[in-house]
């Protein structure tokens, strides 16, 4: 018997290839369970929320890609706005394929799947800053990854509609976004450092530095997040007779 995770990435592989003709959509998911020789109950097991769960599987193996490239990559001596630069390229240039990009950003804006999509760039946000070993324990955790949640999702629909060769005109995008972050980093220390303003803000200042990061930065177990439930042992007893 196949393994739950194992059918699921079979019958993504498949269904893939019919995203940038049918989207996101029980179309493509229907078709690719043809092409990988699997059933229904196979596909339902897989992607209990059909193509939401299939598009968010195609997104964290995007993400774990990028560990992996991260961990072999020798970036340690560049800049850290250098390696963060770095770091987006990748996950960009692992998506490689605009037209299954853009259904899933067409997908995740739909009102009620926003959330969803928020979370997803969130995770590939704090994916890039562990990978970078972020010691960030504070308020900070949280300011950085939002900010680089910004700059990636920005970048993102950027290159979707970049013609350049190479893409050079996506990464100069990307690097004038990350100068402004790092514009942005230079005012806020600068004022840190001001004693009129940490008197005049010390009340916002203390209440901030009460902020701690999830421990272990643990994105399961952010509130809100959902979980498809393990695929059904057809081994098991029934209990219900």
Known sequence: ??????????????????????????????????????GM???????????????????????????????????GALRIRDRVARAVRTRIEIAADREVVRRGVTLFALPHLAPEGA???????????????????????YTKRAILSGVYSSTVLYWLGDGSAGDEATWAFLDRRIDDVMQFERIKAAANRNPVFKTVFAGPLWLAGQVR??????????????????PADPSAPDRGT
Do not use: Y
Not at 119 to 141: H, Y
Not at 214 to 229: E, F, K, M
């Open 41 to 75: 109950t196979d596909l339902r097991a897989a992607f209990p929320r059909g193509a939401v769960d299939a598009a968010i599987l195609f997104h964290r193996r995007g993400d774990a890609a990028l560990k992996s490239a991260l961990v072999q990559a020798d970036i």
């Open 119 to 141: 979370r997803l760039t969130w995770t590939t946000a704090d994916t890039i800053w562990t990978a970078l070993g972020d010691p960030s324990e504070d308020l900070n955790w």
């Open 213 to 230: 990061a999830p421990a272990g930065a643990a994105q399961d177990t952010l509130p809100g997040r959902w979980s498809p439930p393990a």
């Open 1 to 38: 018997m196949m393994h739950g995770s194992e059918t699921a990435d079979r019958l993504l592989d498949a269904i893939v290839p019919h995203v940038p003709f049918d989207g996101w959509s029980e179309a493509a998911l229907r078709a690719g369970m043809a092409d990988a020789g699997l």
